[in-house]
């Protein structure tokens, strides 16, 4: 039973710190090369369904960890777990708060709305993005440091 939940936690958040990098390395490099008119066709569509997913995609990798945490005390890495928790709320704060608001406007934003504005929004976007995807590594690297030893 623990070696399924520890399966299932590691690939819930594995699963999405890669997706999550992807958008930072992949997508997000290769909408920038596209014309203007067609980033502003293509952002709104990754919002909206990236903005779909994450949240409860999240809350579940939350939730899992927690689980694991409350499994695991009095294990020599309850710590870590604990660190590994409290990094992804600390995440979905940020991303609360600051992230979700700027991906809900380039999500409505139309191939005409497209202005500097909204570009240098979506920069900025990408930039705090990789702050998260930082963030998100070092709590799986202390996820599967604490479930290893």
Known sequence: MILALTIITTLCIGLLIGTEFSVSVFINPILRRLDIPGQARAIPLFARRLGAAMPFWYAAGLLLLVSEAIIYRHESGDALLIIAGTIWVAV??????????????????????????????????????????????????????????
């Open 92 to 149: 979905i704060i940020q991303s609360i708060v600051v992230l979700v608001p700027i991906a809900n406007r380039m999500a409505q934003l139309d191939s005409d709305a497209f202005t500097q504005d909204a570009q240098r929004e979506h920069n900025k976007w990408d930039s705090l993005h990789r702050f998260r995807v930082a963030a998100l590594v070092a709590a799986m690297v202390c996820h599967l440091v604490a479930v290893s030893i």
